[in-house]
């Protein structure tokens, strides 16, 4: 009998272990000042694992050069693994995040400065969200129709969102994230933030990001 209660209890705590690890990988990485130092290639291909499936998305540093640097680092340091798409407009935007909020704050208190709208928010360019002036650098959208309203928009006293990039394959993969909630989930991001699971449950349907990473060789 004595055994068996231990043995229980030794079952029981390497599902307790794999539980955290598991909470801890979905969570990403510690922050480390020193990632903001990395520089982009010049050019640089991510693949985004959704539960849609996968696209691809090539990014010029010519177009936007500290927010690729910063694309670039979320996505080396694992930023996005589980980021949701928690604002999909038909015919306007796909937009995602982490949902980490210690995380987020940390990297933000690192923020991409404001730069010049070099190229079109043309259909399947992707682009940084922001909530003010040299605010940057977390949150992104895809156009999901040439939205060039956006080149030229003035929004807390800045001027127009410059793209980054563009997606290179599954576009078709983009199309068909989950769009029911539209804009609604905008007010709802600090739920999001606080409790992952229940907003997730609250909002069923929502798509995700599985894994994002760096395509080596391209």
Same mark, same amino acid.
């Given at each position: 009998?004595h055994?068996?209660?231990n043995?229980?209890?030794?079952?029981?705590?390497?599902?307790t272990?794999?539980t955290?690890?598991?909470?801890?990988a979905?969570?990403?990485?510690?922050?480390?000042p020193?990632w903001?130092?990395?520089k982009?290639?010049?050019?640089y291909?991510?693949r985004f694992?959704?539960?849609?499936g996968?696209?691809?998305?090539?990014v010029?540093?010519?177009?936007?050069?500290?927010?690729?640097?910063?694309?670039?680092q979320?996505?080396?340091?694992?930023?996005f693994?589980?980021?949701?798409?928690?604002r999909?407009?038909?015919?306007?935007?796909?937009?995602?995040g982490?949902?980490n909020?210690m995380?987020?704050?940390?990297?933000?208190s690192?923020?991409?400065?404001?730069?010049p709208?070099?190229?079109?928010?043309?259909?399947?360019?992707?682009?940084?969200?922001?909530a =003010?002036?040299d605010?940057? #650098?977390?949150?992104?959208f895809?156009? !999901?129709? *040439?939205?060039?309203?956006? &080149?030229? +928009?003035?929004?807390?006293g800045?001027?127009?969102?410059p793209p980054? =990039?563009?997606?290179i394959? #599954?576009?078709d993969?983009?199309?068909? !994230?989950? *769009?029911?909630?539209?804009? &609604?989930l +905008?007010q709802?991001?600090?739920?999001?933030y606080?409790d992952?699971? =229940?907003?997730?449950?609250?909002?069923?349907?929502?798509d995700?990001?599985?894994?994002?990473?760096?395509?080596?060789?391209e």
């Amino acid at each position: 009998m004595h055994f068996r209660i231990n043995a229980q209890h030794l079952i029981t705590g390497c599902i307790t272990l794999v539980t955290a690890m598991m909470l801890l990988a979905c969570q990403g990485n510690t922050f480390n000042p020193k990632w903001i130092e990395d520089k982009a290639p010049e050019e640089y291909s991510i693949r985004f694992e959704t539960t849609k499936g996968p696209f691809d998305v090539r990014v010029y540093r010519a177009w936007s050069p500290q927010a690729a640097d910063r694309l670039y680092q979320l996505v080396k340091h694992k930023y996005f693994d589980y980021a949701i798409f928690y604002r999909v407009t038909e015919d306007f935007v796909a937009q995602f995040g982490s949902s980490n909020r210690m995380l987020t704050s940390q990297w933000m208190s690192y923020p991409v400065l404001d730069e010049p709208v070099l190229h079109s928010n043309k259909r399947g360019t992707i682009t940084f969200a922001r909530a =003010g002036k040299d605010n940057r #650098g977390s949150d992104l959208f895809i156009n !999901l129709s *040439d939205n060039t309203k956006l &080149d030229t +928009m003035e929004q807390l006293g800045v001027l127009g969102y410059p793209p980054i =990039g563009e997606v290179i394959h #599954g576009m078709d993969v983009v199309d068909k !994230l989950y *769009d029911v909630y539209g804009d &609604d989930l +905008m007010q709802e991001t600090d739920r999001m933030y606080s409790d992952r699971n =229940g907003f997730m449950q609250a909002y069923p349907g929502l798509d995700y990001i599985k894994e994002a990473y760096l395509v080596k060789g391209e």
